[in-house]
């Protein structure tokens, strides 16, 4: 880092070398060709001008049909989740699970991706959204001088503790609708579009009288609740939906009529809608103060003959299909918030930042598929990295690189159990190796290797970005990095929660081995180009933290080694090609690969991270100055947002814009944050990016994959890998800056 200067011009926002970059020319580029975010050129150069149909990311009004990605909320039960729009709209949900197909995609194709909305048709003001504290329930507020009314979504939960046969996990989307103050008219609508909009529905409004086990449940309420509580009715009309993929679902509804007369809720089915492959149905109702609507979407559960029922059968199903009744829902939304309010009580995490360590943690928690463990890249499929680009990839899948980062996040927040859970995933995936002794780099949630991509060219995209993928391509990349983020992971699990088994040990040592036979060969690294093979700088740093790692754990854990001095040798051998071959001394930079000498990759800051390289090495300190440099310079950042390459300079067989990585923003401020243990003025400047990266999060704090030049989200939301990047940054930054106070 540069000191000729005695004066600091910088005042903590910036480091010199920063300052000296700026005042330097930008270098030249051949005709028609322009550096991300450099405005200038764009100005000089318009006829090469990208100006991509930006959204304006201030309110909640649907523009040309769609909301800004950033303005959803995630709701979730460990099994699958839904998107929830500010204007209330549920415009993404999978069933059964995570990898399912959709049932609402409005997101991906405004006219026939299906939605589930409920709003004031009441003019608002303003309008409002946050979780309840220390959970997963979503609320939605909208405000005027008439009235404010509000909406909670959550999916439910049962609390710890509960027996599942009697209270099992019922797969609702729950929608709770009441009034606050004065009186407010609503819309609701429900329009399914089945299997990702492809299959056909069929609708019909059922009425059902009054059933034996309702008039029962009733006559226990009436011992329970006050007389006045007590008035309230659920719907006899139940809205089913019958897919021709063999999927039934159900629209409930039960309303609490609080101080007034009961309000009603009527079901309509609009015939005139032509866009779905099915009729959808729609109901307008008015709401006074103290009234309530809860609208239930479900799966509807298969009958049983209960002319043969006994007592024991009767409660199984009613257990599995309760009657709509104000106790039930009182129950479902008592055990959802007690589960997530104890979840989070078991976090150990007390540093600075802790509200969004804690809802980061929140959001890792939903993105787990509670019975394999598994923790899912993102909940999303077809989301852009640019929008109008191709690059719209399906990350419902869980990616090894995600392995050391998750398990890290677990154990240093105190969700042992979690960490525990995805460990008994991951060895699952090592006793299921391919032929050569490899692993996937990713699989599915339930531990399927094949992932075929296909691409859905019937829906339009998010605001026309095409293709619309399912399925992952790159299932059978050659990506050697994932063996350093496994051994990693399984090194820390040893280390910081419980040790590892003999037969977990012999898998390592496989691994191990695989890595000494296979490290030179040209992979696609972690940004999984699909261009040309090349022998990454990420990839062989993490095949040396692959072998080291195997190294420390026979050490510490006296495990036998039999190719120990083999692991030995093959390490040095990786670290002496990666600092003689992949370090540009005239640049005074870590490449991107020994094949690309010239080009600067962002991945070169996990070195301190997992202390391959001192913090404080100059070679590092060189590449972290040369990242910092604006694109038109050199570097890789513009406006505190770190780009992991520039891809318009830099081939990775895909085309198209994309925006900066919120993953590699963390990366860098955890590795000033490393050096600005050493060096003040570094740490100052990790605290400034980290607070900026803090604003790019959402209104709820969760964090995309991408942040465009514009500071829209763009990719796959919310994204683990982020989240999980910004809690090992928080906690480092936190830990020095407690150890620089103490210094003080």
């Not at 006045?228 to 609490?256: P, Q």
């Not at 980061?360 to 899912?376: F, H, I, Q």
């Not at 050697?480 to 977990?504: A, V």
């Given at each position: 880092?540069?000191?000729?200067?005695?004066?600091?011009?910088?005042?903590?926002f910036?480091?010199?070398?920063?300052i000296?970059s700026s005042?330097?020319?930008?270098?030249e580029?051949p005709p028609?060709?322009r550096?991300?975010?450099d405005?200038?050129?764009?100005?000089?150069?318009?006829?090469h001008?990208?100006?991509?149909?930006?959204?304006n990311?201030?309110?909640?009004?649907?523009?040309?049909?769609?909301?800004?990605?950033?303005?959803?909320?995630?709701?979730?039960?460990?099994?699958?989740?839904?998107?929830?729009?500010?204007?209330?709209?549920?415009?993404?949900?999978?069933?059964?699970?995570?990898?399912?197909?959709s049932?609402?995609?409005?997101?991906?194709?405004?006219d026939?991706g299906?939605?589930?909305?409920?709003?004031?048709?009441?003019?608002h003001?303003?309008?409002?959204?946050?979780?309840?504290?220390?959970?997963?329930?979503?609320?939605t507020?909208?405000?005027?001088?008439?009235?404010v009314?509000?909406?909670?979504?959550?999916?439910h939960?049962?609390?710890?503790?509960?027996r599942?046969?009697t209270?099992?996990?019922?797969?609702?989307?729950i929608?709770?609708?009441r009034v606050?103050?004065?009186?407010?008219?609503?819309?609701?609508?429900?329009?399914?579009?089945?299997?990702?909009?492809?299959?056909?529905?069929?609708i019909?409004?059922?009425?059902?009288?009054?059933?034996?086990d309702?008039?029962?449940?009733?006559?226990?309420?009436?011992?329970?609740y006050?007389?006045?509580?007590?008035?309230y009715?659920?719907?006899?009309d139940?809205?089913?939906?019958?897919?021709?993929?063999?999927?039934t679902?159900?629209?409930?509804?039960?309303?609490?009529?609080?101080?007034f007369?009961?309000?009603?809720?009527?079901?309509?089915?609009?015939?005139e809608?032509?866009?779905?492959?099915?009729?959808?149905v729609?109901?307008?109702f008015?709401?006074k103060?103290?009234?309530?609507v809860?609208?239930?979407?479900?799966?509807?559960?298969?009958?049983?003959?209960?002319?043969?029922?006994?007592?024991?059968?009767?409660?199984?199903?009613?257990a599995?299909?309760?009657?709509?009744?104000?106790?039930?829902?009182?129950?479902?939304?008592r055990?959802t918030?007690?589960?997530?309010?104890?979840?989070v009580?078991?976090?150990?995490y007390?540093?600075?930042?802790?509200?969004?360590?804690?809802?980061?943690?929140?959001t890792?928690k939903?993105?787990?598929y509670?019975?394999?463990?598994?923790v899912v890249?993102?909940?999303?499929?077809?989301?852009?990295?640019?929008?109008?680009?191709?690059r719209?990839?399906?990350?419902?899948y869980?990616w090894i690189r995600?392995s050391?980062?998750?398990?890290?996040a677990?154990l240093?927040?105190g969700?042992s159990?979690?960490?525990?859970?995805f460990?008994?995933y991951?060895?699952?995936?090592?006793?299921?190796?391919?032929?050569?002794?490899?692993?996937?780099?990713?699989?599915?949630?339930?531990?399927?290797?094949?992932?075929?991509?296909?691409d859905?060219?019937?829906?339009?995209?998010?605001?026309?970005?095409?293709?619309v993928?399912i399925?992952?391509?790159?299932?059978?990349?050659?990506?050697?990095?994932i063996?350093g983020?496994?051994?990693d992971g399984?090194?820390?699990?040893?280390?910081?929660?419980?040790?590892?088994?003999y037969?977990?040990?012999?898998?390592?040592?496989?691994?191990?081995?695989y890595v000494?036979?296979n490290?030179?060969?040209?992979d696609?690294?972690?940004?999984?180009?699909?261009?040309r093979?090349?022998?990454?700088?990420?990839?062989?740093?993490?095949c040396?933290?692959?072998?080291?790692?195997?190294?420390?754990?026979?050490?510490?854990?006296?495990?036998?080694?039999?190719?120990?001095f083999k692991?030995m040798?093959t390490?040095?051998e990786?670290?002496?090609?990666?600092?003689?071959?992949?370090?540009?001394?005239?640049?005074?930079?870590f490449?991107?690969s020994?094949?690309?000498?010239?080009?600067?990759?962002a991945?070169?800051?996990?070195?301190?991270?997992v202390?391959?390289?001192?913090?404080?090495?100059?070679?590092?300190?060189?590449?972290?100055?040369?990242?910092?440099?604006p694109?038109?310079?050199?570097?890789?950042?513009?406006?505190?947002l770190?780009f992991?390459?520039?891809?318009l300079?830099?081939?990775?067989?895909?085309?198209?814009?994309?925006?900066?990585?919120?993953?590699?923003?963390?990366?860098?401020?955890?590795?000033?944050?490393?050096?600005?243990?050493?060096?003040?003025?570094?740490?100052?400047?990790?605290v400034?990016?980290?607070?900026?990266?803090?604003?790019?999060?959402?209104?709820l704090?969760?964090f995309?994959e991408?942040?465009?030049?514009?500071?829209?989200?763009?990719?796959?939301?919310?994204?683990?890998?982020?989240?999980?990047?910004?809690?090992s940054a928080?906690?480092?930054?936190d830990?020095?800056?407690?150890?620089?106070?103490?210094?003080?």
């Amino acid at each position: 880092m540069s000191n000729s200067s005695n004066s600091d011009r910088s005042y903590g926002f910036q480091l010199e070398s920063e300052i000296e970059s700026s005042e330097e020319a930008c270098a030249e580029l051949p005709p028609g060709y322009r550096y991300v975010a450099d405005t200038r050129r764009q100005s000089m150069m318009p006829e090469h001008n990208l100006s991509p149909d930006l959204e304006n990311t201030c309110d909640n009004i649907r523009r040309r049909g769609y909301l800004p990605i950033e303005n959803y909320g995630i709701i979730g039960n460990m099994r699958t989740i839904a998107l929830i729009g500010t204007d209330a709209s549920c415009d993404f949900f999978c069933y059964p699970k995570f990898d399912s197909p959709s049932i609402f995609c409005r997101v991906l194709d405004k006219d026939k991706g299906g939605h589930f909305s409920i709003a004031p048709s009441t003019a608002h003001t303003s309008n409002k959204q946050m979780y309840l504290p220390n959970s997963n329930i979503l609320t939605t507020r909208f405000l005027s001088d008439e009235g404010v009314s509000e909406i909670i979504d959550y999916m439910h939960v049962p609390a710890n503790g509960q027996r599942i046969t009697t209270k099992p996990l019922l797969p609702w989307i729950i929608r709770k609708v009441r009034v606050i103050r004065g009186s407010v008219s609503f819309k609701m609508e429900c329009y399914p579009a089945f299997n990702y909009a492809r299959d056909k529905h069929h609708i019909q409004v059922v009425n059902e009288p009054i059933s034996d086990d309702q008039q029962a449940i009733a006559g226990m309420e009436a011992k329970l609740y006050p007389k006045e509580e007590l008035n309230y009715y659920a719907g006899s009309d139940r809205v089913i939906f019958e897919s021709e993929c063999g999927l039934t679902m159900d629209l409930r509804h039960l309303v609490k009529c609080g101080e007034f007369e009961c309000p009603i809720v009527k079901f309509h089915v609009d015939k005139e809608d032509t866009a779905h492959l099915g009729h959808g149905v729609y109901s307008k109702f008015d709401l006074k103060e103290t009234q309530e609507v809860v609208f239930v979407f479900r799966e509807v559960p298969i009958p049983t003959d209960r002319t043969t029922e006994t007592a024991i059968d009767r409660r199984f199903r009613l257990a599995s299909d309760p009657p709509l009744t104000l106790s039930l829902l009182d129950a479902l939304f008592r055990q959802t918030s007690t589960y997530w309010l104890e979840w989070v009580t078991q976090s150990t995490y007390k540093g600075r930042w802790r509200e969004h360590v804690l809802r980061s943690a929140l959001t890792l928690k939903l993105l787990t598929y509670e019975p394999t463990g598994a923790v899912v890249a993102a909940p999303t499929f077809g989301f852009p990295e640019a929008i109008g680009g191709p690059r719209n990839w399906d990350y419902r899948y869980v990616w090894i690189r995600d392995s050391s980062f998750t398990i890290y996040a677990f154990l240093r927040l105190g969700f042992s159990h979690e960490a525990k859970e995805f460990m008994n995933y991951i060895k699952n995936r090592c006793d299921d190796l391919n032929e050569d002794g490899s692993l996937n780099i990713m699989y599915s949630i339930d531990g399927v290797k094949k992932l075929e991509e296909e691409d859905l060219l019937h829906l339009d995209g998010y605001r026309e970005s095409k293709p619309v993928r399912i399925g992952n391509g790159a299932y059978d990349h050659i990506q050697l990095d994932i063996y350093g983020e496994l051994m990693d992971g399984i090194y820390l699990y040893n280390k910081y929660g419980s040790p590892i088994s003999y037969d977990m040990w012999c898998a390592v040592r496989k691994l191990a081995d695989y890595v000494c036979g296979n490290w030179n060969i040209p992979d696609m690294s972690i940004w999984e180009v699909r261009g040309r093979k090349q022998q990454f700088t990420y990839s062989l740093i993490m095949c040396w933290v692959a072998l080291d790692r195997a190294l420390r754990l026979a050490e510490k854990r006296v495990f036998p080694c039999p190719n120990r001095f083999k692991w030995m040798e093959t390490r040095d051998e990786i670290y002496e090609l990666v600092q003689n071959k992949c370090y540009n001394h005239e640049l005074k930079m870590f490449t991107q690969s020994v094949e690309s000498p010239d080009a600067l990759d962002a991945s070169t800051l996990i070195m301190p991270l997992v202390f391959f390289s001192s913090p404080t090495d100059p070679r590092l300190l060189n590449t972290i100055s040369r990242i910092l440099m604006p694109p038109e310079k050199g570097g890789l950042v513009a406006n505190d947002l770190v780009f992991r390459y520039n891809f318009l300079t830099t081939d990775d067989g895909v085309g198209g814009l994309e925006g900066a990585f919120s993953m590699c923003t963390f990366w860098l401020v955890e590795a000033l944050t490393r050096a600005g243990k050493y060096d003040k003025k570094l740490l100052n400047r990790a605290v400034v990016m980290f607070e900026k990266m803090l604003s790019y999060g959402n209104h709820l704090g969760l964090f995309s994959e991408e942040v465009a030049r514009s500071g829209e989200l763009l990719g796959n939301f919310p994204q683990a890998f982020t989240h999980l990047s910004f809690i090992s940054a928080a906690y480092n930054l936190d830990r020095v800056l407690s150890h620089s106070k103490e210094n003080d």
